[in-house]
């Protein structure tokens, strides 16, 4: 059974500064109407890229990563997944990446990892590659080395939306899903600028109809 609840780090904001200014995301344990992404199974490994989803592409800094992997696979003293399609960084410090063609607000991930190895970082940058925030996860699950399928949901967000990417580092961590919201507004399809420029043509022509009349 997944938990969802805050373990180890407690469930304040954390506030690291940028000079003067206050912290640009604030941890989260959940997303409100955010859109759950699934790992997908395809059992892969190497260091990618892969496909999560349109415009959501895997990457891993370790060539033996994993991506949809659905077997067994353990994490100590907390537990083992099994069944859960997952992509893991299959290492005690390398990283994997999960990348968006369009920046979004939030982004979190249902995560475990073996503590065994230390614990894993998770962050979030910009579109440009900068450090928005980050933090290092300490949490364990509630059924301890029994434990089949648990994890806690870890994430961050943000009042503005240019988050464009998500990291997690170390601990031979893995990920079943994430959750994004708040996408920067889709670009029209090619059809609804079709119907756009129709209709400014067409008042173009009632501007030009009326101004003929009035000079008649």
């Known amino acids: ?40 199974s395809v059992n892969q490994q190497g260091a990618g890229p892969e496909t999560v989803a349109t415009g ?3 990457t891993s800094t370790n060539s033996g990563a994993v991506f949809g992997y659905s077997d067994t696979y353990g994490f100590n003293d907390n537990g083992i997944w099994n069944g859960l399609s997952m992509a893991g960084v299959n290492s005690s410090s390398d990283s994997m990446t999960f990348t968006f063609s369009d920046s979004v607000s939030a982004a979190g991930a249902f995560i475990n990892y073996s503590p065994s190895w230390g614990n894993p970082t998770i962050a979030v940058y910009d579109t440009n590659g900068n450090l928005i925030e980050s933090e290092i996860l300490d949490f364990a699950v509630a059924d301890g080395p029994d434990a089949i399928n648990e994890g806690y949901f870890y994430g961050f967000q943000e009042s503005t939306a240019d988050i464009g990417s ?17 996408s920067v507004a889709a670009t029209p399809e090619p059809g609804a600028l079709v119907l756009l420029g129709t209709g400014l043509l067409g008042m173009g022509g009632v501007f030009s109809r009326r101004r003929s009349r009035s000079i008649a």
Request: proline share 2%; with cysteine; glycine share 12%.
């Open 166 to 182: 998500f990291t997690i580092t170390g601990a031979y961590a893995g990920v079943s899903e994430i959750t994004l919201s708040g």
């Open 1 to 40: 059974m997944k938990s969802f609840r805050l373990a180890g780090v407690g469930a304040a904001c954390f506030c690291l500064m940028f000079g003067s200014a206050a912290a640009r995301a604030s941890e989260v344990t959940s997303i409100s109407n955010g859109t759950v992404y699934t790992i997908p």
């Open 56 to 58: 959501i592409t895997w």
